[in-house]
């Protein structure tokens, strides 16, 4: 129901964009967001997008070279990085919840219900 694309290798400082398809009943989800996990660290929260209102949050270590954006006709939620970084390799996962989040737990991981596959994404320095 949800499917990550747009992984790959890419040098420091360039860019990359990540697409999300939802379909389903992940379609009326509240929120969509974005998490990765590196190698031998936690998942961690990357940025959301709430479906109403479209609402944006990011993390702090991503805020300013990061966009998250939405396609509502394709159901597609779509990450873009640039000015990557070597620290931003990780795999990418996009999620969907179905429960009324604010800015404090729409950044938790547990309060997703639905994960689509992750998608690698390696920067290079």
């Known amino acids: 129901q949800l499917q990550a694309f747009g992984g790959g290798l890419v040098q420091a400082g360039g860019s990359l964009r990540l697409s999300c398809a939802a379909s389903g009943r992940t379609f009326n989800s509240y929120a969509m967001g974005w998490f990765r996990q590196a190698p031998g660290k936690e998942r961690e929260f990357v940025g959301a997008?709430?479906?109403?209102?479209?609402?944006?949050y990011y993390a702090d270590s991503v805020k300013g070279r990061f966009t998250i954006s939405r396609d509502n006709v394709k159901s597609t939620v779509y990450l873009q990085m640039d000015s990557l970084k070597p620290e931003d390799t990780a795999v990418y996962y996009c999620?969907?919840?179905?429960?009324?989040?604010?800015?404090?737990?729409?950044?938790?991981?547990?309060?997703?219900?639905?994960w689509g596959p992750g998608t690698l994404v390696t920067v290079s320095s």
């Open positions: 997008l709430k479906w109403g209102g479209g609402t944006r």
């Open positions: 999620a969907a919840s179905r429960s009324s989040l604010i800015a404090s737990t729409i950044r938790l991981f547990r309060m997703y219900d639905d």
